[in-house]
C-alpha cells in the first residue's frame, strides 16, 4: 500500500507544579508532557505511487486516525495541605503467628515479618485500636496518564450526508493518589515481595515489643488505574420537507475498568466494569429537525444495567442479594425552540424524563451510581435567552 497524503502533529509540553505551604514548600517533579497526533490519512490506493482523479473519489470516504499522549494532573490543594488529624484503627495485626498463613504467600509474609524482627511463633496482645494519622500530603507527586486511540471514519459517497466512526481507547492513570486503610497498609508491608523497605512498612510503626503502635495514613501516590473501550458513532443528515432532519449516535462499550489499589502489587485489582457507576454499555440518540425558525430536539439517552455488588463479590456468590442487578436507565428528553427572527431573542419549552421513568429500587441521587438515574421524575421548563 502506498500513501499518497498524510499528516502528522507532534506537540510538546514541559510543566512544573509548585506549592506553598505557611510552614514548609512543597515542589512536585518536573514532567514532560507530550502528546502525538496522527491526522487522518485522507488517500491510499494499492499497487500505486500516485493517486489518480478517479481513485481519489472511490477512496476519499475513508480516513484512519489515532492519538499517543501523556498529561499529568498536579495534587489539588485538599491532597497537599489539608489538615492531618488524628484517627484510630482496628487491625488484626498480619504477623501474628495465625494470621501467617492467611496471607497471599505465607512464606513471603513469614520472611517479611522476621525482617522486622519479630521472633518466629509470636502473637499480638494488643487489642486496643492503633493510633495513627490521616490528611493531605504536602509531599505528593503529580499523577501521570497515557493514552492511545485509533480508529476510522467512513463518509461514504453514495449517502449523502451519513457518517460513520469507530474507535479505540486506552488509558492508563499511575501513581493516583490515594489513602489506604490502617489494615491495607498494615498487610502491604509484610506481604510486599520485593522485602520491607517499601512505604507501607514505613507507615506502620511497631514499638520495642514489635506491637503495632502508629499508622500513618495520609495520601499517597499509590495506585494506578487502567481502562479501555471502544467508542461507535453515527450520523445522519437530510432534507425532509421545508426542513432538516439529523441523527447523532454515540455508543460507548467499555472492555475493562480496573482498579490497581497498590501498583507495586499487579495481582491486587479490582474490576469495576459493570457494577454500580461503571455501565458496561452506554449510548446517546440525538435528534433534531430544524425549520425556519423552528428548532426540535428529541434526546433519548441508554445505559446498561449494573452489578449493585462487586465483581469478585458477584463471583463467589451470585445469589446473595435481590435485586441483585441495578436495571438499566432509558430516559428520553424533548425540547422545542423558536428563534424570533434576527432580534437576537429565543423561546424555549421542554419536557425531561417525559415518560417518568423511576430509578431501581433503593437508588437515590445522593448515592454512588445514582446520579445516572433521574429521581426528579418528569419535569418541565420554559425560557428565553438572547445573543448579544
Not at 431573542?345 to 424524563?353: A, D, E, F, M, R
Amino acid at each position: 500500500m502506498f500513501v499518497c497524503q498524510q499528516e502528522a502533529w507532534l506537540t510538546g509540553r514541559w510543566a512544573r507544579a509548585v506549592g506553598d505551604g505557611s510552614h514548609r514548600s512543597s515542589v512536585a517533579r518536573p514532567d514532560k508532557v507530550w502528546h502525538a497526533r496522527v491526522r487522518p490519512i485522507h488517500r491510499c490506493v494499492y499497487n500505486v505511487i500516485h493517486c489518480s482523479p478517479e481513485q481519489d473519489r472511490r477512496i476519499a470516504g475513508q480516513r484512519l486516525r489515532g492519538t499517543v499522549s501523556s498529561a499529568v494532573r498536579a495534587p489539588n490543594i485538599g491532597e497537599l495541605f489539608g489538615g492531618q488529624s488524628q484517627n484510630f484503627s482496628t487491625i488484626t495485626d498480619p504477623c501474628s503467628v495465625k494470621q501467617l498463613k492467611n496471607a497471599p504467600n505465607q512464606a513471603v509474609r513469614t520472611a517479611n515479618c522476621a525482617a522486622l524482627g519479630i521472633p518466629a511463633g509470636w502473637t499480638a496482645t494488643n487489642s486496643a485500636t492503633i493510633a495513627g494519622i490521616s490528611g493531605g500530603n504536602p509531599d505528593l507527586k503529580p499523577e501521570q496518564g497515557r493514552t492511545w486511540t485509533g480508529g476510522i471514519v467512513l463518509t461514504p459517497e453514495f449517502l449523502p450526508g451519513f457518517g460513520l466512526t469507530a474507535d479505540y481507547w486506552n488509558i492508563k492513570l499511575t501513581n493516583a493518589i490515594s489513602a489506604p486503610s490502617g489494615t491495607d497498609i498494615a498487610n502491604h508491608c509484610v506481604d510486599s515481595t520485593t522485602g520491607i523497605n517499601n512505604v507501607y512498612c514505613a507507615n506502620a510503626l511497631r514499638g520495642p515489643d514489635h506491637e503495632l503502635n502508629f499508622i500513618n495514613s495520609i495520601n499517597q501516590n499509590i495506585s494506578l488505574l487502567s481502562t479501555s473501550g471502544v467508542d461507535l458513532g453515527a450520523y445522519y443528515s437530510h432534507a425532509i420537507g421545508a426542513g432538516k432532519l439529523t441523527f447523532n449516535l454515540d455508543v460507548t462499550k467499555v472492555i475493562a475498568f480496573t482498579e490497581h489499589p497498590f501498583q507495586d502489587d499487579p495481582t491486587n485489582t479490582v474490576q469495576d466494569n459493570g457494577t454500580l457507576g461503571f455501565p458496561r454499555w452506554k449510548g446517546v440518540l440525538r435528534t433534531s429537525y430544524a425549520m425556519n425558525h423552528w428548532l426540535i430536539n428529541w434526546n433519548m439517552r441508554y445505559f446498561s444495567s449494573m452489578l449493585r455488588v462487586s465483581n469478585e463479590s458477584y463471583a463467589s456468590n451470585p445469589y446473595q442479594l435481590t435485586p441483585i442487578r441495578a436495571g438499566a436507565g432509558f430516559f428520553n428528553d424533548v425540547k422545542a425552540g423558536y428563534t424570533f427572527g434576527k432580534s437576537g431573542w429565543q423561546g424555549y419549552v421542554g419536557i425531561t424524563n417525559v415518560f417518568d421513568r423511576d430509578p431501581p429500587v433503593n437508588i437515590f441521587g445522593n448515592t454512588f451510581g445514582g446520579g445516572l438515574y433521574d429521581a426528579i421524575g418528569r419535569a418541565y421548563y420554559a425560557g428565553f435567552n438572547y445573543n448579544f
